[in-house]
């Protein structure tokens, strides 16, 4: 898919010939003396179209357009929520329809928030994954075109969100792979694909480098299964050697049976879907490959199946984590902390300037925050506070959760350093105190995504996030650095 912004204020876009022509109709709309503007002026005059965000009025072939279809849609103040509104209801309304080119007109000045806002709906509504379907339909609209008045003001915006909607794309096919068709291997394989990149380069160790680093709590997770583990590192090189990175590391269980301690049948399926903060991070190394900002980031990815077999980890077995503290996994199905652990101690010797891990870690997480916003747990305020404003101002929401250390407690075991679960209560917490124990050489944060990272019911699907937040705050430290 093509996105293109161009300086058009409603008289240029009525002369471009489209399938469909969006055009966003905010509060602060004034006709000028063209056709389409006076014939907007007149909808909302007769109230036939209102400002509103998910209020539309649709035309077909008005002499006033060159587009075949043409959709009046409120947009409040013309702000990314609004905007998105109004973009998901006007797509919706053109469904199964067949539109090769859509043009998205902003009535009045564009906000740069409400053009980013543009970009990424329209990409979100009109993905389609065709992978594993053997006649795939996919998404037809090939071209999109923004159209603003004030298109110099925005285009840094526009660029911006264009890139990070290649990062979600990508991280929205890995996640919503099968497990079949997305092992560690082939994980892997896509991130040595993106070391193709600009700046990007890529190494992938496997099960014997693995256990020569000491990863003993990394391996007891893979030992159940008959794929090879696989623990990837990614770099994006955009500054000085001198600059220290910031490192991302993302959960890459490509399939979370529970293990010994194995889950019930209903809704399994889904956890193919336990891959998604890895998928998350070989998106932002796509659209950091993309956009080219001055920094330097490293993403590590530990890769493994988590399944059930004569070789696999036990409930009480005691193992010997990479930074030598033993744990006593007393839940197989707590793996995602037992992967990640080792990768934080591994990323120690980059020196980071901060590490934030992302994880679909916890059902308890999408018990306390749905799916709106990702749980956020940081062991810095000014690290905490830097993700939480990238989250507000990507529209892909967070929210800060304590790290008490009176939480731990229920991680005491007579029988090794820590045990890898406490009981039910603050589960989502007590799972961010285990890993804190692994994290604490540099400032650290965990976006907890299992509420976030995809949908379930008739709209199963990943979701992309926490990509656009991610490079929000990858890019804002730049501008710092
Ligand atoms: N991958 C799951 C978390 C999860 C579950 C995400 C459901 C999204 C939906 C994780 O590995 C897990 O199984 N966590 C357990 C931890 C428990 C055993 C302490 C959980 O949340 O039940
Ligand atoms: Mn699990
Ligand atoms: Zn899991």
């Known amino acids: 898919m093509n996105f293109e912004l161009k300086p058009l204020s409603l008289v240029g876009v009525s002369s471009e010939k489209c399938d469909a022509l969006v055009v966003l109709v905010t509060d602060a709309f004034k006709a000028g003396k063209d056709d389409l503007s006076l014939l907007i002026a007149q909808a909302i005059r007769e109230k036939d179209l209102e400002t509103k965000p998910g209020k539309l009025l649709a035309l077909y072939r008005p002499v006033q357009a060159h587009a075949q279809r043409v959709v009046l849609a409120g947009a409040g103040e013309g702000h990314a929520k609004q905007v998105r509104t109004a973009l998901t209801a006007a797509l919706a309304s053109l469904k199964g329809v067949s539109i090769k080119k859509v ?35 996919g998404r037809t609209v090939q071209k999109v075109l923004v159209a603003a008045a004030n298109a110099s003001e925005v285009r840094a915006s526009f660029e911006r969100a264009v890139g990070i909607v290649g990062g979600v794309e990508l991280a929205k096919e890995w996640a919503n792979r099968p497990a079949n068709h997305a092992t560690p291997s082939l994980i892997a394989k896509a991130a040595q694909e993106l070391a193709k990149l600009p700046k990007v380069s890529c190494t992938v160790l496997g099960p014997k480098e693995v256990s020569k680093l ?10 159940g299964s008959e794929e090879p583990l696989r623990f990837i590192v990614l770099r994006y090189d955009g500054a000085a050697k001198s600059q220290a990175p910031t490192v991302l590391v993302g959960k890459g269980i490509t399939f979370d049976s529970g293990g010994i301690s194995i889950k019930p049948a209903p809704e399994m399926d889904e956890m193919k879907f336990d891959m998604s903060g890895a998928a998350s991070v070989l998106g932002v190394f796509k659209a950091l490959a993309h956009l080219k900002p001055g920094i330097n980031v490293v993403g590590l990815i530990p890769s493994c199946e988590n399944l059930l077999s004569g070789r696999a980890v036990k409930p009480g077995d005691v193992v010997t984590s990479m930074n030598g503290q033993t744990i006593e996994i007393l839940n197989t199905d707590a793996e995602g902390r037992l992967v990640l652990c080792d990768a934080l101690t591994y990323a120690e010797r980059f020196k980071p300037r901060a590490v934030v891990d992302i ?9 306390a925050l749905g799916g709106v916003r990702s749980g956020l747990f940081a062991s810095s305020d000014d690290l905490g506070a830097a993700l939480f404003a990238a989250g507000e101002a990507s529209q892909d929401l967070c929210w800060r959760l304590p790290l008490d250390d009176d939480y731990a407690e229920g991680l005491k075991t007579g029988f090794a350093d820590v045990a890898n679960v406490a009981g039910r209560a603050g589960g989502a917490i007590t799972a961010a105190k285990f ?20 949908k379930s019911g008739a709209a199963k699907g990943a979701t992309g996030r926490p990509v656009g937040l991610l490079v ?10």
């Not at 509504?125 to 339909?137: H, I, N, Q, R, V």
């Not at 804190?436 to 995809?454: C, M, S």
């Open 103 to 137: 043009v998205v007109s902003f009535a009045a000045a564009a906000r740069e928030d409400g053009v980013r806002a543009a970009v990424q709906s329209v990409a979100d509504a009109t993905y389609t994954y065709t992978t594993t379907k053997s006649k795939p339909e």
């Open 214 to 223: 000491g990863m003993g709590s990394f391996m007891a997770v893979a030992q």
């Open 472 to 481: 929000e705050y990858l890019l804002t430290q730049s501008t710092h650095s």
């Open 359 to 367: 994880a679909t870690l916890t059902g308890a997480c999408m018990v």
């Open 435 to 454: 890993l804190q124990r692994f994290a604490g050489k540099f400032p650290w944060a965990h976006l907890d995504i299992a509420g976030t990272a995809w």
